[in-house]
């Protein structure tokens, strides 16, 4: 009872507030939060305004998103549906926690075309934080994503909080650029005398000025208004900065539908000319710069109290905040730290839990790379030790951090009941998992209440198991040695082995590596040879672990435009120069493979599949259009002007759903037609691309379709009035309302 088998959020990426810089000053400053405006959106029916010939954009708008929060990743199909590209600032540290992004989804945003930005790896704030320290938390981090396959150009100071020292610090580490927050006019009133726009180019590249993070106070017209201002007040750059999208009660979270209409609108801007949208990394310009690792971090305290300022009573640079202490929390409450006496002192650390929905708060050693996170052995048990007051349960909250950097949530105590008076608890922790480095802990509140602790302790137990041995290694069977050089032996531009045969793998498997690529065998698929780009794309998917499981033959080249690809248990791989190395699999490679591969009208994929789109969906995207596959429609190819109408409904998400069938040719007057879940689109070189659907679709196909009196469709539906709906035809019109349903009038 008491323990938690959930991870909750990082200390310190729980924002509620953020502060940013003001360029008057140079001091730092809180954001303050609007009151809370009703949204009303106006259906616009999928209107599309041309650009005249001689406009140019005078603003550039950056989508932006910090923290590597899970929901981003949907937020991203929805940019997709407008054609827009964002950069995401992600903490390496944060990636592949529950409640945020996979390794994997990052590299796909990197894919589709967005950009991959560093954020440090455990956000600190930099500007309190020691020299090294923060050297660490900048360039590890880029070291980190970069590690991952990214191209990290672009930087965010966590909390938007950074001083000369940092900004020296992120030019130091490689970035082109930082972002800050809090200097560009805004819906906050005390933004009323800002610039509406930065800078082309900034005048410092490392702090460009932002407006006020997005929260949930923002409406939809707040979206519009920091981009019209802008466009009516010369231009320049305006960086937009979410956190969350779509996550219901989160304070710094818009709703989907809002943020859906205002890519819509970014889009019909956009297409207007009045704006233009890019990646932070556009903006900026610049080549990748050679990764900068930081400084080692400091050997820990190996024996007595293993906590720095245990008795919190030395101040950090922040008002109210123990050195080498930092507050953690996740889940929705409203936690307020404080200073009051202590207990044998005169300082020790109360939490007034309010508000109290999930989660919980506590006062944590800093979950940081090595400045004040106390070391750890794996296999070792540690002493808890803590003297608290509380009018609720309380119970202490483990963390460990592994090399990389990531903190990790690892195990509770039990609960412990409010004590009125001062009282000492301790707790031995179980030993310390393999590949940890450090540990945290701190005591929480669940509930509305007031805790205050002092005197913490963390030592080494006395009662330490031995660490476990390492496994024996696993046999090498025979045939796979024979089969290995076989392979080698056939295939002399693999080089020499720079290794022995490893076994051990799933199946059965064993590998072995050489100059120019590895050799993996199992009695089932027999030894094959990877390399390059493809081996590097296997790699992605965790190789033989991974969906694709080993491979089935060697590379195979002699594709159109100097292609090669190589088959896998769970898929195949193709790479082209153009390309890259992308991944094809199950419904929707039998869809491309159904229309010739790469030599017929899709040619090779540019991406891997995405998927969690609308009920259990998923898409890939090729040179020459989108294969989409759900459950109920199966993979279905989308193209040209067609693709194009129905990104303009919001793709899935729309009225008209997923496609039910590819293209349908052969039509009258060389038309064209492909069927959806709540519709149709038709195409011909007269008319265009137009969606039919619904009642008027029923009353059109009374008449034949397209071979009847009214042709082709020359508009999609639009409102006449608020009870009467229509759509134009080559030969007529058919109005719909519900009290007199469908009529046609021809020309």
Not at 5 to 30: V, Y
Not at 318 to 338: D, I, L, M, Y
Not at 589 to 617: D, F, H, I, R, S
Not at 642 to 652: L, M, P, Q, T, Y
Request: hydrophobic letters at 35%; one cysteine or more; glycine letters at 12%.
């Amino acid at each position: 009872m008491g323990t938690r088998t959930e991870e909750p959020a990082h200390a310190g990426s729980n924002h509620s507030r953020r502060r940013g810089r003001s360029p008057s000053s140079g001091r730092l400053r809180w954001t303050a939060l609007g009151s809370v405006l009703a949204v009303s959106a106006s259906l616009l029916g999928g209107a599309v305004f041309a650009a005249p010939a001689h406009a140019v954009a005078n603003t550039v708008v950056s989508l932006t998103f910090d923290d590597a929060n899970d929901n981003q990743f949907a937020a991203a199909t929805t940019m997709r549906n407008a054609n827009l590209r964002g950069t995401f600032f992600v903490n390496s540290g944060f990636l592949n926690a529950p409640t945020y992004m996979t390794t994997a989804q990052a590299q796909q945003l990197q894919a589709d075309g967005h950009e991959i930005g560093g954020h440090s790896v455990t956000h600190p704030d930099l500007a309190v934080t020691g020299a090294d320290e923060a050297r660490r938390q900048v360039c590890n981090d880029r070291v980190n994503l970069t590690s991952m396959g990214l191209d990290i150009r672009s930087f965010a100071y966590p909390f938007a909080s950074s001083n000369p020292a940092a900004e020296a610090i992120v030019r130091d580490c490689g970035y082109n650029s930082a972002r800050g927050l809090g200097d560009i006019r805004s819906k906050n009133p005390e933004s009323a005398t800002f610039p509406v726009a930065e800078r082309i180019p900034p005048a410092n590249l490392f702090y460009t000025g932002a407006p006020d993070q997005v929260d949930s106070t923002w409406t939809l017209a707040d979206l519009q208004n920091v981009v019209t201002q802008s466009v009516n007040g010369g231009g320049g750059w305006v960086q937009l900065t979410f956190h969350h999208v779509g996550r219901d009660g989160e304070p710094l979270s818009i709703p989907s539908t809002v943020f859906a209409q205002y890519t819509n609108w970014l889009r019909d801007e956009v297409t207007a000319g009045r704006i233009e949208v890019k990646p932070v990394r556009d903006v900026i310009g610049g080549a990748t710069k050679p990764i900068v690792a930081g400084p080692a971090a400091p050997a820990p305290i190996t024996s007595g109290n293993l906590l720095q300022n245990p008795g919190l009573q030395t101040p950090s640079s922040v008002a109210g905040v123990p050195r080498c202490w930092a507050f953690g929390g996740f889940g929705v409450n409203t936690p307020q730290f404080s200073q009051v006496a202590g207990r044998t002192s005169t300082i020790a650390q109360q939490l007034t839990m309010t508000n109290y929905v999930d989660g919980d708060a506590k006062l944590l050693p800093t979950l940081d790379l090595g400045e004040c996170a106390p070391g750890a052995v794996p296999g070792r048990a540690y002493v808890i030790k803590a003297w608290y007051k509380s009018t609720g349960p309380t119970q202490f909250e483990l963390y460990y951090r592994t090399g990389l950097g990531t903190w990790r949530y690892w195990t509770s105590s039990p609960l412990y009941n409010a004590a009125a008076d001062w009282t000492q608890l301790t707790f031995t922790s179980p030993p310390v998992p393999e590949g940890a480095s450090a540990i945290s802990m701190g005591l929480n509140l669940t509930s509305n209440g007031i805790l205050v602790t002092d005197d913490y302790e963390l030592t080494v137990s006395g009662t330490t198991p031995p660490p476990t041995p390492p496994p024996a290694p696993a046999p090498t069977p025979p045939a796979a040695v024979a089969a290995i050089n076989a392979a080698a032996a056939a295939s002399p531009g693999v080089g020499t082995a720079s290794g022995a045969v490893v076994c051990g793998l799933v199946s059965g498997g064993c590998y072995q590596n050489y100059q120019n690529g590895s050799i993996h065998w199992t009695q089932a698929t027999g030894a094959r040879i990877t390399r390059g780009a493809i081996a590097a794309a296997w790699a992605g998917q965790r190789w033989e672990n991974g969906p694709l499981g080993y491979p089935t033959s060697n590379e195979v080249g002699g594709l159109k435009n100097g292609g090669v690809y190589q088959n896998f248990q769970g898929g195949t791989v193709h790479w082209t120069p153009a390309t890259g190395a992308r991944i094809t699999k199950g419904a929707i490679g039998a869809a491309w493979a159904a229309q010739g591969w790469e030599n017929g009208g899709l040619g090779y994929p540019t991406g891997n599949e995405v998927t969690g789109l609308k009920n259990g969906g998923a898409y890939q995207n090729f040179q020459g259009g989108v294969v989409h596959w759900s459950p109920a429609t199966g993979a279905r190819i989308t193209r040209g002007a067609i693709d194009a109408a129905w990104a303009s409904f919001n793709w899935e998400n729309g009225f008209l759903g997923y496609p039910t069938s590819n293209e349908i040719v052969g039509l009258r007057n060389g038309g064209v037609y492909q069927n959806f879940q709540g519709g149709v689109i038709y195409w011909s070189p007269a008319t265009g691309a137009r969606s039919n659907a619904g009642a008027i679709r029923n009353a059109y196909a009374s008449q034949g379709w397209e071979n009847g009196r009214l042709g082709y469709p020359t508009t999609n539906e639009f409102r006449l009035s608020a009870t009467l709906v229509a759509q134009d035809f080559q030969g007529g019109r058919i109005t719909w309302s519900a009290a007199t349903g469908a009529a046609i009038t021809y020309r």
